[in-house]
């Protein structure tokens, strides 16, 4: 089993910053990525590293405006957000993979509201 514990959301104007955490307990873990959730639609893709070697993929709507970050002895993948849009609102999910397997882990989800 792995723990997610999601932190960081908030309402923040457009332009804004905000940054996720996603601690991660349990299991020795592959990749640590971000989903999102907008009301009304699918839980999309944002962002994700391979927390051997730091590689990232990002969708191409954050790209230059988002990174993701991982703290390997806090066991701990950020999601640092610039320039925020309204478009960006969303539940914001943390999503781990552990080593040797397809399986995947969510955390409980962390609300990011861009508005004026």
């Known amino acids: 089993q792995v723990q997610l514990v999601e932190s960081g959301g908030g309402l923040v104007q457009p332009g804004g910053s905000l940054t996720l955490s996603c601690a991660a307990s349990?299991?020795?873990?592959?990749?640590m990525g971000w989903f999102r959730q907008a009301p009304g639609k699918e839980r999309d893709f944002v962002a994700a590293?391979?927390?051997?070697?730091?590689?990232?993929d990002y969708i191409e709507s954050v790209v230059g405006r988002f990174t993701i970050s991982r703290d390997s002895a806090k066991n701990t993948v950020y999601l640092q957000m610039n320039s925020l849009k309204f478009e960006d609102t969303a539940v914001y999910y943390c999503?781990?993979?552990?080593?040797?397997?397809?399986?995947?882990?969510w955390g409980q989800g962390t609300q990011v509201t861009v508005s004026s």
């Open positions: 349990g299991r020795s873990l592959n990749t």
């Open positions: 590293i391979i927390l051997n070697g730091g590689r990232t």
């Open positions: 999503r781990a993979n552990p080593v040797f397997t397809t399986t995947y882990y």
